[in-house]
């Protein structure tokens, strides 16, 4: 008889909400997508590769014009001096990356600590790598970490923590004080870090992104994961990259090597020219989202919806409490039938949902056609 080995695994949250709003014609503000362009540049270079050829397998370990490119960014952002040929591997999306890296050093009976609200792909792999997750809750209303839980959260079985900052859902970002408690921690343990910093870029208020490339001492056990969906709104080409030390990227290719070899190559080669050619489009994504997230909050203000602050990342949480007491999950459902919104619950990010929490997550990397579409939706609340 086949028994399951993911017993709490469903179909995903996003692709749930994604169905239910084009079933119900929603404006869909749920699964975290651009609904815009990719810049022009990337599409043509894109095309370029493919017309020059660059269409067989890449090196396993990615484009090593690719590879260049990511070590001047990491140097030019974080001042990381990252070496192009045996600490940098391109994946196919941050998803991948997180899966090489938990399999490549987390073993059965071992202990990850994932802080909640968590990224739904997190616990699926520690799962399948026969280790534990172990949840440590973020303030239910801020977000911030409370250092002090995770510490009591380290066992001798502790291998691996992970961090997402800017957070997926909440926006929250670490400050220099977060990295800081997170190297008191670490300092003299076993204990690897995952850095999932796929919202980098999208950083606003003049905010800096503190990423663990910026600390040596973190750095030195640390898998650094990257995604070009979020940078250059193009979810669906699924490259990213992981960073991470000589001996530790050694085994992460181990398993990125059987999981699908190579990465998409045409794509790799178009973001190599994009990287190199054009730095204005990371240096001035900030600006970019921050705009939109700025238009969109002063919108909802004439709704009944709370918005909560948003430091970072593309979407912004909402209180609902002065609309319905429906669970999130319900409310999101609720929302798109009968209202043709759709927005994320929070709960599902969560293995204990604080309780009467009344908070949905809504992505604004929309056009301005599609987030004046749903605050008209919304204003009828
Ligand atoms: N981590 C976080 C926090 C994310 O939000 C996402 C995607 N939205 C990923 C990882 C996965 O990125 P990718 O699509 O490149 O696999
Ligand atoms: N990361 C996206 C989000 O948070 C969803 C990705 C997916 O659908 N798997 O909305």
């Known amino acids: 008889m086949l028994q399951t080995k993911l017993p709490k695994v469903g179909t995903t949250i996003f692709t749930v909400m994604s169905q239910m709003a084009a079933e119900h014609k929603a404006v869909n503000l749920g699964q975290g997508f651009p609904d815009f362009a990719v810049p022009q540049r990337l599409v043509d270079e894109l095309d370029r590769a493919m017309r020059d050829g660059h269409n067989q397998y890449a ?118 004080a977060d990295l800081r408690a997170l190297a008191d921690i670490l300092r003299g343990t076993d204990i690897f870090l995952l850095s999932d910093e796929v919202y980098e870029h999208i950083v606003f208020d003049g905010r800096r992104h503190e990423s663990a490339l910026r600390y040596p001492e973190l750095r030195e056990r640390a898998f650094v994961v990257s995604s070009f969906g979020k940078t250059y709104h193009c979810t669906g080409w699924k490259i990213g990259y992981a960073i991470a030390p000589p001996a530790l990227s050694a085994e992460f290719r181990k398993v990125h090597q059987y999981n699908v070899f190579c990465s998409f190559a045409p794509a790799q080669h178009a973001f190599a020219a994009m990287i190199r050619d054009e730095p204005e489009h990371y240096e001035q994504l900030g600006a970019f989202y921050q705009a939109k997230r700025d238009h969109f909050r002063e919108q909802l203000l004439a709704t009944k919806l709370k918005p909560l602050p948003v430091p970072g990342g593309y979407f912004q949480l909402v209180d609902y409490s002065a609309v319905s007491d429906l669970p999130d999950l319900e409310f999101v459902k609720w929302l798109t039938v009968e209202h043709g919104v759709t927005a994320i619950p929070l709960s599902p990010f969560y293995e204990n949902p604080p309780a009467g929490q009344r908070l949905a997550r809504l992505c604004f990397a929309k056009n301005p056609a599609t987030l004046d579409a749903a605050i008209e939706r919304l204003k009828k609340l």
């Open 59 to 176: 090196p396993m370990t990615g484009v090593p014009a690719l590879r260049q490119a990511i070590a001047a960014k990491a140097l030019a952002c974080y001042g990381a001096q990252v070496d192009t040929d045996a600490e940098i591997t391109v994946t196919s999306g941050a998803t991948e990356a997180i899966f090489n890296a938990i399999h490549a050093v987390v073993r059965p009976g071992e202990e990850v600590v994932v802080l909640d609200p968590a990224y739904d792909c997190y616990e699926p792999a520690i799962d399948l790598a026969g280790a534990k997750a172990v949840h440590v809750p973020m303030d239910p209303r801020t977000f911030a970490v409370d250092w002090s839980r995770v510490q009591a959260a380290i066992t001798p079985k502790t291998r691996m923590l992970m961090v997402n900052s800017p957070h997926n859902p909440s926006g929250a970002m670490f400050g220099e």
